[in-house]
């Protein structure tokens, strides 16, 4: 005679393992919500405006016009930006030029950001008067 045993529930969990599990889940939920608010954040922010590039352009052989004594106007004396905006020199001749705050060398170019309001006074080499003056506001 055969003795049949009545069928047993498969053993429970320790109630620590249940915990465990329960907490790794709830931590994974929490690191993909937070995943997603950051992309939305990030995605959300306004983008920054650009600023203004007040851009010069020192054709070649300006040195040799200066020289001759040619009048140039290139730049003019007085220049008004904002904050955030840059004076972008591009020097196509072949001898140092200066432009106000920036020294540019022979085809170079040259990007001076205005991070502050102020005033900036600087020699300039492509201007009868020698001088620019810069009024960041």
Known sequence: MTATLPPQAPPEEPPAR??????????????VVGTLVAVFLILA????????????IVPAGTGARVD?????DLM?????????DRLVIDNRDDRV???GP???????RAV??????????????????????????
């Open 18 to 31: 249940k915990g465990l599990v329960a907490l790794f889940i709830t931590g994974a939920a929490l690191a």
């Open 45 to 56: 922010a306004p983008e920054e405006e650009a600023g203004f590039d007040f851009v010069v």
């Open 68 to 72: 001759a004594g040619e009048e140039l």
């Open 76 to 84: 003019p004396h007085d220049v008004s930006l904002e904050v955030g």
């Open 97 to 99: 030029h200066v432009v």
């Open 102 to 108: 920036i020294t540019v060398r022979p085809g170079e």
């Open 112 to 137: 001076y950001g205005f991070d502050e309001p102020g005033r900036y006074i600087g020699g300039c080499t492509v201007d009868d008067s020698g001088e620019t003056v810069i009024v960041v506001s």
